[in-house]
């Protein structure tokens, strides 16, 4: 015997705001910690160690597939941010891509260390890349942080 119900379904009943609701509080959960993978894969460390080092100057196969993936989950964390409307959260992952490049933030270094760290680090050439293409396709998405931040790599 079958049981049926007058009740509708759970699914049902979530209307598309409370959809959006979700889905809008799964990227404000997220964002950062993917983010900080994104950095892992494009070699950015907090403090730099001796193994830091090596693995930063390995570059190799394992410098590539870190810049692939690298490129590939910030691009989708832009994407996820731009088409949820999270304006401000797009900007600061775009100012973070743009501090991975080593080009602009801390100047430890001189120009011409900073310059050669830049070149030899296909990581780091990868976040430019990222983050010069999202420049010109979403310039009005980037605000002042992100074009003072483009205009200091360049």
């Given at each position: ?91 600061d ?7 991975y ?49 483009v205009?200091?790599?360049?």
């Amino acid at each position: 015997a079958s049981v049926s119900s007058d009740k509708p379904s759970m699914t049902s009943q979530i209307t598309s705001r409370e959809r959006d609701e979700v889905k809008n509080l799964a990227l404000e959960s997220i964002w950062l910690p993917t983010l900080s993978a994104t950095g892992a894969f494009w070699g950015v460390v907090a403090r730099r160690t001796a193994v830091d080092e090596a693995y930063q100057s390995a570059g190799g196969m394992d410098g590539a597939q870190g810049a692939r993936l690298g490129m590939d989950m910030s691009l989708t964390l832009l994407e996820g941010a731009r088409s949820r409307g999270q304006k401000d959260i797009f900007q600061d992952i775009f100012v973070t891509i743009c501090n991975y490049t080593g080009l602009i933030g801390d100047y430890r270094f001189d120009s011409v260390a900073r310059t050669a760290e830049f070149v030899h680090s296909v990581q780091r050439q990868s976040a430019l890349i990222v983050a010069i293409n999202t420049a010109r396709d979403s310039g009005d998405w980037i605000g002042f942080e992100g074009w003072r931040a483009v205009w200091s790599m360049v």
